[in-house]
């Protein structure tokens, strides 16, 4: 009995430290390695799952979309003009400094800034009475020499007749003779200062040299003015006609001599300085004497009747050469050029709606049309749009196929010229 009651009353066992906090650690272990074999699982549940939802769906044939093409032109035949685009800078035929001939007080302005004149209208009047008065000294002066001219002719007529029966001495009718001559030059004397007087007078009264535009007044009515004054009094512009002068490359100047040696009349366009508008027409009037060594250029002046006043001296325009035109020729946008490793090319459309890369030998351009030498024909069909997204062999949607109208006149703001010489192209 007593063994028994030992047995219960005897307590637990109690493990050593050491031994408890190996256990507590390998079950820490353990826990991160179950969390990741959930995750893996999970991962591949989800993806055979996804792989059954895609045998479940009904096999569909893959299709390709094909890339859209915004416009495709065919090309035709036209008419194009070789041209050349300068900037060109507006010079007048005459510009007047207008300058007091005399001096003298400035009495009256009889023009207005800005103002349109004719030849002989009149501008100015300065004070004329000084040379009023020297004019009548001039007249009274002439009337006194020519009594005494009267006078020694008629002492010349006596002593002549007195020389004759030798009653004078020969000397007396000598110093006569000069007598009379003296007075002779002292009215031709006096009638030359009337008519500087004259003169005087008439320079009083300014009037216009040239036809044209009168600029901003100089001198104002009440101040003493001289010839000898730099400023002058009004500055006058002759607008009607007016010229342009432009450069063109030395390399262009023997088919415009060729032309001009033929007869032909070569019309320039004046554009503004966006080449958007058009100011006026004239045509090719002369050429330089010599090339400039420094840009190896030539200067041309073109001349405008300016009817509509359009152009202004020393403005700024764009200046359009036409030389010949091209008749009958292959035509295509220039949007459909494009410039790679092959060269120029375009993209062609062939009938089974793909595109391939077609090189294409240029001639001049005129606005947004450009001539075509030789690559492709008539009746071809090019990508004008959108050809940043095709390759060689890329099927392609046509939205529109509008045709190159080689009769189009060219666009106002276009940069038409004639091709560079190492282009290949003709002018």
């Known amino acids: 009995m007593e063994t028994v009651t030992e047995r219960q009353e ?5 493990l050593p430290p050491d031994e408890s906090e190996t256990k507590t650690n390998q079950a820490g272990r353990r826990r991160p390695w179950g969390v990741l074999a959930l995750i893996v699982l999970g991962a591949v549940g989800a993806w055979f799952y996804g792989r059954h939802l895609e045998t479940a769906k009904p096999n569909r044939p ?33 510009t007047v400094t207008v300058v007091s001939q005399i001096s003298g007080q400035l009495v009256h302005v009889a023009y207005t800034e800005g103002q349109v004149v004719k030849k002989g209208d009149l501008l100015a009047e300065i ?60 009215v031709v004397s006096d009638q030359a200062q009337i008519e500087t007087q004259q003169l005087n007078i008439s320079y009083c009264h300014i009037v216009a040299p040239v036809d044209g535009r009168v600029g901003l007044r100089l001198v104002d009515q009440g101040n003493y003015v001289t010839p000898s004054q730099t400023t002058g009094l009004v500055v006058i512009t002759q607008l009607k006609p007016i010229t342009v002068i432009f450069p063109v490359a030395e390399d262009y100047l023997p088919e415009i001599v060729k032309r001009l040696r033929a007869g032909a009349t070569l019309p320039v366009t004046a554009f503004d300085r966006s080449g958007s508008i058009k100011l006026s027409e004239g045509e090719l009037k002369s050429l330089d004497s010599e090339i400039n060594t420094t840009t190896g250029t030539l200067n041309l002046r073109a001349e405008f009747a300016n009817e509509d006043e359009n152009l202004f001296p020393n403005q700024f325009v764009n200046a359009r050469l036409r030389i010949d035109v091209l008749h009958n020729v292959l035509i295509a946008p220039t949007s459909a050029i494009q410039r790679g490793a092959p060269g120029t090319f375009v993209y062609l459309v062939r009938p089974d709606q793909t595109v391939v890369i077609q090189p ?7 606005g947004d049309r450009v001539a075509i030498q030789s690559g492709i024909s008539a009746g071809d069909k090019v990508v004008t749009d959108g050809a940043d997204r095709l390759r ?17 006149p060219p666009a106002a703001n276009g940069q038409s010229h004639a091709p560079s010489p190492d282009t290949g192209g003709n002018l």
């Open 127 to 186: 004070d004329s009475r000084p040379y009023q008065l020297a004019l009548a000294q001039a007249q009274g002066a002439l009337e006194r020499d020519q009594a005494l001219l009267q006078n020694a002719e008629l002492d010349l007529k006596r002593y002549q007749d007195l020389a004759k029966t030798n009653s004078i001495p020969r000397q007396q009718l000598d110093t006569q003779v000069s007598l009379v001559l003296q007075d002779k030059g002292n």
């Open 392 to 408: 060689n062999g890329t099927k392609v949607t046509l939205v529109a196929e509008p045709a190159a109208n080689g009769n189009a």
């Open 62 to 94: 893959p299709t390709t979309a094909a890339v859209p093409v915004v416009v495709a032109a065919t090309i035709s035949r036209g008419d194009i003009d070789v041209t050349l685009d300068a900037l060109g800078t507006v010079t007048s035929l005459a």
């Open 10 to 14: 005897k307590p637990p066992a109690v």
């Open 360 to 366: 294409v030998t240029l001639g001049p351009t005129s």
